[in-house]
């Protein structure tokens, strides 16, 4: 699971390089997904706080809670690290840091946008005379993926669609039994079960920044709400339904969304799947070098328009994805960002009608120098996702 020691050293070389350019001494990571980027050092984030020094210039610095140092040394990380006895400490993990950072140079501290308040107060007061000052030397280096990432994005998109196919089968199964048919919650914990034991079952050592595969249930009006929780509702014939399901592997995320629709589609189901699967092509096909974010969001977007749902639009059409399934950039009107070779995007629009439900449909794209690539490979037309009880 650990990428090679070359990896590291190229985001290293680069990073020194995006310092030297903003006259900063080093970038102070302190965040999992920023940590794991940067030396490959995966751990559950608690209040017990990780920080890893990153110089333009030597060799970086990890201090982590003693109680994580054996799992530091299971993952074989390279760089050096200095444990702190605990929370909130006699010695408290900032003053560690300060000590283990004293005589270096720490004029200008580069440290990322989501720092909360309360740890630049910490950290300011410890590290005296140091400026702290936020910056996005980390964050555009995430931008692109590197070839080594890809790999791991396209193991769990693997998974990812075969954790779709899960949850279908588990409804089919239950029509062709003639038996009652699951809730949400019981379709997302089977399709998250299925997504983790396959996890296990494919890599001995198993990582991650926030989870291993996860799981949005929802059919019928509650599918309307975009970002609703699995309720105990069951499922029923007549029902739309979607499974937004997403997995990680080495905590490098993917996300597959599908609509189904649980016996003969109506004339309603079939005009809003076929205009949401109609926007999501020309969107995905829009995600090409050269075009911005923006650019693509309102090509992708004004699909749906022209078919009249402009009210049902409850959300931008996609996102970055990464280390974490929602980063930079972002596929809607207010980013300019321009695609590059190596941005992975949620493709995602959707239509959400009040009372009925809603549809949507998600691949992961790779841009590329030859146009956009699925890595999620389910089957998008309505006809595959219709789901019946026959055997």
Known sequence: MRLPDTFYATVRARLGDALAKRDLDGFLATTPADV???TGFFYIAT??????????EGDPLLVIPRLDEEYAAQQEITVETVTYAEFPGVVTPEETLAAALSGRRTRRIGVGASL???????????????SLVTTDAVAQLRLCKFPEEIPLHEAAARICDEMLAAGRELIADALARGTE???????????????????????????YTTKLAGGLVYAGPNSALPHGLPTRRRVRPGDTLILSLGAAVASRFVESERTFVIGEPTAEQRRYYEADREAQQVGTEAMRVGRTCAEVNRECLDVLRGHGLGDYIRHRQGHGIGLQNHEAPWVEDGDDTVLAPGMLLSSEPGVYVPGHAGYRISDTVLVTDAGPRR????PRDLASNVIEGVR
């Open 36 to 38: 794991a980027f940067l």
């Open 47 to 56: 209040e017990r706080p990780v920080y890893l020094w990153m110089p333009r």
């Open 116 to 130: 909360s308040i309360g740890a630049l107060d910490k950290l300011t007061w410890a590290i005296g005379g140091a």
């Open 181 to 207: 048919l699951p809730r949400e919650d019981e379709i997302a914990r089977h399709v998250i079960g299925y997504g983790t034991d396959r996890m296990y079952a494919d890599y001995d050592r198993v990582v």
């Open 375 to 378: 890595l999620t490979s389910y």
